[in-house]
């Protein structure tokens, strides 16, 4: 299979979003031109992102909805469940604890962590937060394939060095720093604040 | 002055990030290997990106710290507050409210609004929350520039579409939809379920 790209993958992500909205209506099949709507792209750029994994559909009959589901489900890597640790049980870290878009997902938040003697013990949305000292012999105990990184920004670089020593090898990271990991680790990073600063860019310069 | 990538708006955010933390300890200059390392960028792309916006800094002396912060503030919009509206009062739009980094950034969450009649005049982090019947009615005599989306999927476009008809230029997305807006407002879409699925997809497909 080509590699393909990042902006191509969310692209896919959010086809299966309809594509799954659909399924549960039960519509048996959809047109590139309804993704596309639904998409924000155009049937063209549908049917090419479509194209890089071999023939869907037929023409004048649009895709199968169920096959073209567990076909994209396959390629994203979404036919198991993933455990995800998650560092850091600040008011995002817990909020994110329970988001409802991850356990959809298949990305399971098993534990959660913080190095605040206050926070250890305590509850946060059902999961008991874990002393971060704990972490190394965690992961060795639970293998662990994604982890979350909510941190305040001084701490996220150490934290994420112990998380690839253990063996981890996704991160998402929601610090306001860039994460440097080995290249076999893959790292995105949600920065909140950066999104509105380029908003507030837009709104400086229009 | 040059329409700048917002890929080169993202990392002028990182280095500004940076060289306030090197103004709060004293550090008159920063050379842009300094810069680069921090930023994840190499020291050829932190010159280039700076080019941008005029020459600053003298060969071998490095930047002025306080000088490219206040540039970069300058490029950026930063140099004001801007008032903000939250639409959605859920876990993470209640996290969100009161989410420092976007204060300290002068982004003054005004208001959080919610149509469920169980979390309407509830107080959520400090504020009350309000009913979004009265989103209209309350831009009119509060002007917003910014609103932030926390809504589920299916009711976000409506609420974008209220939002815009009542004059905000500019709009951070949390729900899994492509917002469909104007061409003069902007949108930036933080899908965190669609991050993981870019991680799952690097995993299943090393």
Redesign the interface.
Known sequence: ?RKIS?ST??R???YL?FLEQFQTQGRPTVSSEELAR???ATSAQVRKDLSFFGSFGKRGMGYEVPELVSRLRE????QRV?R?VLVGAG??G???V??E??R????EVSAIYDRDPKKIGSRS?GLVVRDVKQLEADLKKEPT??AIVVTP?EAAQDVADRLVRAGV????NFA???L?VPR?V?V?T?????????????????
């Open positions: 299979m990042d993958v969310r896919l992500s959010l979003r639904r998409g924000g390629i994203l890597g979404l993933y995800v008011k995002i817990g909020a994110l329970h988001y878009g991850f959809r997902r298949g990305f949305n394939d994604i920004a090898k996704a991160l998402l306001p720093v860039q440097k076999d893959e995105k949600v920065n909140m604040a950066q999104e509105l600063e380029a908003l507030s860019y837009s709104l400086a310069n229009r």
